[in-house]
């Protein structure tokens, strides 16, 4: 008996920006992956907060480029034009430091 990793998409793609935004799922619960890409010319930060049990808004931060000396916690960095999944809690919340810049769509496997 085979199994399939394939990424399979669990819920609607959604343009992630610079303001916060969660990523819903079909069913509110299975997707703990989610296929990323980076539409933009440029590298691009993005930032994740985990969804609050009582459903209330969760607000990011500040989303910024880690540097020398000063690590930044639940930010990721992606290169221009690139195509990630990656692991993240079900129903995040997300934000980036740049415009219109993601397209994230949520799901499971890999």
């Given at each position: 008996?085979?199994?399939?990793?394939?990424?399979?998409?669990?819920?609607?793609?959604?343009?992630?920006?610079?303001?916060?935004?969660?990523?819903?799922?079909?069913?509110?619960?299975?997707?703990?992956?989610?296929?990323?890409?980076?539409?933009?010319?440029?590298?691009?930060?993005?930032?994740?907060?985990?969804?609050d049990?009582?459903?209330?808004?969760?607000?990011?931060?500040?989303?910024?480029?880690?540097?020398?000396?000063?690590?930044?916690?639940?930010?990721?960095?992606?290169?221009?034009?690139s195509?990630?999944?990656?692991?993240?809690?079900?129903?995040?919340?997300?934000?980036?430091?740049?415009a219109?810049?993601?397209?994230?769509?949520?799901?499971?496997?890999?």
């Open positions: 008996m085979s199994t399939v990793n394939a990424f399979t998409p669990k819920g609607k793609t959604f343009l992630v920006s610079t303001s916060d935004v969660q990523i819903l799922t079909q069913d509110n619960v299975t997707a703990i992956s989610y296929r990323v890409v980076n539409v933009t010319s440029g590298t691009v930060y993005l930032g994740f907060a985990p969804a049990p009582t459903g209330a808004a969760v607000a990011v931060g500040t989303v910024s480029a880690p540097t020398a000396g000063n690590p930044v916690n639940n930010i990721i960095g992606f290169l221009s034009g195509v990630e999944v990656v692991s993240l809690p079900p129903n995040v919340w997300l934000k980036s430091d740049t219109n810049a993601m397209q994230i769509t949520p799901g499971v496997g890999i």
